[in-house]
């Protein structure tokens, strides 16, 4: 399952990303990293892509959804069904597995964060820990009555996969339904009848 590699690599570059960001200490190594204050931009493009370090308890771009506990053991039971499901897929199209692990990886290092964070910065108990989000990006300009909407919530690396992943899931399943479609069509043509379960698979 050669696609783990690129999950493994996802996690460690979204980790050292916001190790980066948030700043770490480790006196055994004399590591003292002072990262970004909290809440301050740094531009990086302009003003249309800027670096603002924060935190937030929720999903992917600051979505809160139940309690950090079992939002967290949710997580856990999504990515071990995630890693299952690969590895049953495993002989399936190469850009369907690449998306899966696009969506594992980003799905287990937001994980780290909610797990490990608030042990690891003395902020909360394991499992009640805070997600790092840190890119900032500039958007249309909403007005919707009282709600103005100019920027991207701000997210990071394991956000960004798991979008990606998203998206590419559902272009691969549409490739995918529509190359048994035309299968089943030439089949049927060339037979003069198509088989039960061929005909339900066509129709999914």
Not at 12 to 38: C, E, H, M, N
Not at 52 to 66: D, H, K, V, W
Request: with cysteine; proline share 4%; aromatic share 14%.
């Amino acid at each position: 399952m050669r696609v783990l590699w690129l999950t493994l690599g996802i996690v460690i570059a979204d980790q050292v990303s916001k190790l980066l960001v948030r700043g770490l200490t480790f006196d055994p190594l004399s590591i003292a990293w002072p990262g970004l204050p909290y809440g301050v931009s740094r531009p990086v493009i302009g003003d249309i892509v800027r670096l603002t370090y924060i935190e937030n308890p929720g999903m992917a771009f600051g979505i809160e959804l139940g309690g950090k506990f079992w939002f967290a053991i949710v997580s856990i039971v999504a990515s071990i069904a995630i890693l299952l499901y690969l590895y049953k897929v495993r002989n399936e199209r190469f850009g369907f597995r690449v998306a899966l692990g696009l969506i594992l990886g980003g799905a287990l290092g937001n994980l780290v964060d909610r797990v490990f964070y608030g042990v690891l910065f003395d902020q909360a108990p394991l499992f009640y820990g805070k997600v790092v989000d840190f890119i900032d990006v500039d958007f249309f300009n909403i007005n919707l009555g009282f709600y103005h909407f100019h920027r991207w919530p701000v997210f990071n690396i394991a956000d960004a996969c798991v979008t990606i992943g998203v998206i590419l899931v559902f272009i691969f399943h549409r490739t995918a339904v529509a190359s048994s479609r035309q299968a089943l069509a030439e089949r049927t043509s060339a037979t003069g009848h198509a088989e039960p379960g061929e005909a339900q698979a066509s129709k999914e």
